[in-house]
């Protein structure tokens, strides 16, 4: 904690330093259509629209010039992440590597030493996209009026929860100083705030209380509430605020990002415009973003999208592009005037196979998975670098679910690897070894109770070609011995047969090994819903040990590692992280197969003009990318 | 014939309440619901939502409800003219409905109309110039146009234009026209796009008319009241799109009404797969996401549209041919 602490006094110093208070020395610029708006004395001039302190961008390549369209495209509007990764709003972000945490909207923050006061200082003179002053009062609106609204918010979010399950405390220090006491020490707390951002159709830690509050049963009388929600057809005013509240649904709601939606996401053109009052300039003093617009045009289906990703119909796009069109996005570079960059998960694996620890339905079968050496046979008996040369056209490389060679956590080299080489041999070695010595005529080996031993993999086709990982994989293990049944599923049967117990083993990705103490980390048995270890693991900790089954010492362990983490400085958290990592490589709870590929999101189309978009970046959802990339300096060459 | 009329439009609301059951039901067949749907969405994007919200939003959305409780309520909206929210859009059904409605007509209209316009003169060249080279070619390019799913047609069309024209023909405008306000350029766009889908759309229809023109015409051609006006000097082409063609074409007429329910709703696939902005889409998205009562509303609808067709059709028949009229 101390290195991004460090890092953080660190960057708000260089804001300190780059910038001048309004009316000093420094000349700030603006867009030429903000300019005529000034004129027409429609805006006020943007010494006036930027804070005192404005947030200093640094540029990939150079600064840039005014104008432009970004051309993108979204699948609807259950893909509103796809607006939130480009404008990632928030009060602190991921820096574009990932390693570090740097102020956004806000202007810094500071932690007591013993990490349990965190202060948020945010800037003077910032406004909302509407011209309102952004104060300690849009998060004290946020704190009171939604985070502890039981109508709104029935559970406090972990991130914000002291232990005993109460919220933690926040006070407004004066308008531009807002407080958080926890009860224990917090040392994750910013890496939580970089994502309150309003993602996955959540609140956002900071709102326009000026503009939400007539939308709010505290501000607002209830029959007038009810009149609008029943004119909406909303039969609660919750329901009501939820959607005046949330940008993309709603243009009229002021945000802080450097584009506002002025269109809507169920919209079939989903368009943001440029925020005349976004509190970011570049070195020069040039107001941000230099792109005018954000035009999102919606695909009813991801083939008929890529295709036109192909014919060079979008400016900077990575989501929904299939890393199988890779080769022939590269061959159509040139007549499509774009660019291809590959952005690599950031660790893990991506395609992982998921033993359920505590399947019960056919009580031979559980006791075969919960058998270490079974989980390593079946790991071995895998050929990883067929399934790396064909599914993944031969980029990244074998691995298990750790995090990569760069990142602070990796557990080092033997552990990424490790249960990875492939040796038909030692596994049926082993599997002749646990007691599976029988074979019926086809080879198969017999269980204790005469019955061919079979593992069933459910597989989703979510993001990579994992039906074509599924069939690799049970054609290594009928190799060894092993029945595989393949069964492809509809997404949410599948969840809903894991939720149930039912699901033997299944294919998904790893890929929050860079966050195990956060988030929706797979490492956690208390986090739900879960894909892996197993759903009664979860039940048993959930109920207090009234139900379910209880964890074995190695998962215990793992939880133990995540209380520490959230407590300690940041060399423990390292440490904690790579105890984590051994022994989740170790033990096999889930097969890694092949990682580091450009599989989720990391084929990027680029246009050939457009500019400052880094060829190398962390990619993963947390980190927003490419919000992290900075998008508002991301700009358009005149030719 | 009044009274046959009556009798069938008195039926149409209890054949509606039957359908809203039966479209409920098979809506609530599928395992989960649509916030299992959701939670598996935000699964697939690496995060997570505490399982007290989602018990909230349940019941909010009524999804804890019993299926009988849950359909009665959908059912007294219906009945005071409420076709529901959308979860997944926020935003009323009917309004989402409605903004798709004008471009999912057009495009169903122009299909109607080619289909028309290309299988009537086939049909009756093909008739008339039996087995000659031409009809033979018409007639290769019908049974393929049948046997042709009409999604593979799009994709492959697509494919085509693309990899030798360089053209992307997805979508019913070019992306400077997509949100642009309706102007004479915007319609001109949308005239250079909508032809294709129409085309793709249409061409089985097209293949299915001529040949049942063809065969009609044929069975026309050969009646003695032909013979005798062609004896007495009646000109050929005068003689038969005045006397065989009409009759040929009755029973194509009576075939109307079924195109209502198509109007509304296109084709499903083709428009997904073309990325064309009408209800097909729509509907699609609603079925995978289990936004039950935006699948409901729009099914609701199709089904009214499929009885009033085939009504219509009836009465078309009934109109022409006298022998349909039982009891009346």
Redesign the interface.
């Known amino acids: 904690m101390t290195r991004l602490a460090t890092t953080l006094t660190l960057l708000l110093g260089a804001v300190l330093t780059f910038s001048q208070p309004a009316g000093g020395q420094t000349k700030y610029h603006e867009a030429p259509t903000l300019t005529e708006q000034v004129k027409g004395g429609k805006l006020p001039p943007v010494e006036q629209r930027l804070p005192e302190q404005p947030l200093v961008v640094p540029v990939v390549e150079k600064v840039g010039e005014y104008g432009g369209i970004w ?1 993108r495209a979204f699948l ?3 893909d509103a ?1 796809n607006y939130v990764r480009v404008v990632y709003d928030g009060l602190f972000r991921f820096s574009p590597d990932g390693a570090d945490i740097e102020p956004k909207i806000a202007l810094g923050a500071k932690a007591s030493s013993d990490y349990k006061v965190w202060t948020i200082l945010l800037r003077k003179g910032a406004r909302w996209s509407d011209g309102a002053p952004f104060t300690a009062d849009d998060i004290l609106f946020w704190y009171k009026d939604v985070l502890l609204n039981k109508d709104l ?3 406090v ?2 991130w914000i929860r002291n232990t005993d399950g109460t919220a933690a405390k926040v006070e407004k220090l004066d308008d531009y100083t807002v407080q958080f006491s926890y009860n224990e020490p917090a040392t994750l707390f910013l890496t939580a705030v970089a994502n309150q951002d309003g ?2 159709g ?1 609140y956002a830690m900071f709102l326009p209380a000026h503009y939400l509050k007539k939308f709010h049963a505290a501000y607002t009388p209830k029959d007038e509430l009810d009149k609008q929600a029943q004119a ?5 005013w ?2 009501l605020f ?2 005046r509240a949330t940008p993309y ?1 709603n243009p009229e709601r002021p945000t802080m990002a450097a584009w506002s939606p002025v ?1 809507r996401v ?4 989903f ?1 943001l415009k440029r925020n005349p009052y976004f509190v970011g300039v570049d070195k020069d003093g040039n107001q941000l973003p230099y792109i005018d617009e954000v ?1 999102f ?5 991801q ?3 890529n ?2 990703a ?2 060079g ?1 979008f400016d900077m796009q990575a989501r929904h592009i299939q890393m199988t069109n890779y080769p022939v996005l590269k061959e159509q570079e040139k ?1 499509g005037k774009y660019r291809v960059l590959t952005w690599p998960t950031f660790g893990g694996s991506d395609a992982v196979v998921n033993f359920n620890m505590t399947y019960n339905a056919d009580p031979e079968i559980g006791k075969l998975i919960n058998t270490k050496d079974f989980r390593v046979a079946l790991s071995i008996a895998i050929n990883r670098d067929e399934i790396k040369e064909s599914v993944f056209l031969g980029l990244g490389e074998a691995r298990q679910g750790v995090p990569a060679p760069w990142h602070p956590y990796f557990p080092g080299k033997e552990w990424a690897t490790k249960h990875t080489e492939f040796d038909r041999d030692r596994a049926n070695k082993m599997l002749d070894a646990i007691g599976l010595t029988k074979r019926d005529a086809q080879g198969i080996r017999l269980m204790a109770n005469g019955k061919p031993a079979t593992i069933e993999l459910s597989v989703v086709p ?2 990579g070609a994992w039906p074509d990982v599924a069939q690799l994989i049970a054609k290594d293990w009928e190799a060894v011995g092993i029945r595989t049944v393949v069964q492809i599923r509809e ?6 047969l894991n939720d149930a117990n039912e699901l033997m083993a299944s294919i998904w990705n790893e ?2 090994t860079a966050f195990p103490f956060t ?2 980390a797979k490492f956690d048995p208390r ?3 879960i ?1 892996t270890l197993g759903p009664l693991y979860t039940r048993w900790l959930l109920s207090g040990g009234k139900e379910g089954v209880e964890p074995i010492e190695p998962v215990k362990r793992i939880m133990q590692l995540v209380d520490t983490a959230r407590t300690v400085g940041r060399d423990g958290q390292i440490q904690a992280a790579q105890e984590l990592f051994r022994i989740w490589a170790d033990n096999v709870f889930e097969i890694g197969t092949v990682g580091l590929t450009p599989m989720v999101q990391g084929v990027v189309v680029v246009n050939s003009r457009l500019h400052n978009v880094p060829t190398t970046v962390g990619n ?3 980190l927003r990318t490419p919000g992290n990339t900075r998008t508002e300096q991301y700009f358009f060459a005149a030719k | 014939m009044t009274r046959y009329i009556v009798q069938r439009l008195l039926l149409l609301p209890f054949l509606m309440l039957v359908y809203s059951f039966v479209i409920f039901a098979i809506m609530q067949a599928p395992p989960g619901d649509f916030l299992t749907t959701y939670v598996a969405t935000l699964q697939a994007s690496g995060t997570s939502i505490s399982a007290e919200t989602v018990e909230m939003l349940r019941h909010q959305y009524g999804l804890d409800q019993p299926f009988i409780v849950q359909y009665l309520y959908w059912l007294h909206g219906l009945l005071s003219g409420n076709l529901g929210l959308s979860l997944e859009y926020h935003r009323p059904n009917a309004e989402l409905i409605g903004e798709q409605l004008g471009l999912t007509i057009a495009l169903a209209v122009m299909a109607f109309v080619l289909t028309w316009v290309i299988a009537i003169p086939a049909g009756i060249y093909s008739a008339t110039h039996q087995r000659s080279p031409l009809d033979h070619l018409l007639t290769v390019i019908n049974y393929v146009g049948v046997a042709t799913p009409n999604f593979m047609l799009a994709l492959i069309l697509m494919w085509v234009a693309f990899a030798y024209f360089g053209l992307s023909i997805t979508g019913l405008f070019s992306q400077e026209y997509a949100d642009a306000p309706w102007s004479l350029a915007r319609v001109g766009d949308l005239l250079a796009h909508i032809w294709l889908p129409a085309l793709v759309l249409g061409i089985a229809g097209t293949a299915r008319l001529t040949r049942i023109m063809r065969a009609n015409l044929l069975d026309e051609l050969n009646k003695p009241y032909v013979v005798t006006a062609r004896a007495k000097g009646l000109r050929e082409w005068r003689l038969v799109l005045r006397y065989p063609v009409r009759l040929a074409l009755n029973p194509l007429i009576s075939t109307i009404g079924w195109y209502l329910p198509q109007l509304f709703s296109g084709s499903l696939i083709v428009a997904t797969v073309m990325n064309l902005p009408n209800i097909g889409p729509l509907l699609l998205r609603a079925l995978i996401n289990q936004d039950m009562y935006l699948a409901g509303a729009i099914l609701l609808i199709y089904s009214f549209l499929t009885i009033v067709g085939t009504l219509l059709s009836d009465i078309a028949l009934a109109m022409m041919d006298p022998r349909i009229r039982m009891g009346a």
Do not use: C
């Not at chain 1, 169920?266 to 053109?269: L, R």
């Not at chain 1, 045009?297 to 289906?301: G, K, L, Q, S, V």
């Not at chain 1, 997404?491 to 809903?496: M, N, S, T, V, Y």
């Open positions: 051309r609807g509007p259950a992440n918010m029935p559970a979010p972990g993602a996955d959540s909406a057809s909303f039969k609660t919750t329901e939820l959607t649904l269109t169920s919209d079939q053109v368009t035009r045009t919606y695909f009813a289906d083939q008929a999208l295709l036109a192909i014919g119909n007549s979510a993001f997404r949410a049967l599948h969840f809903k890929d929050t988030g929706n986090v739900t819903p894909l993963d959802w947390p």
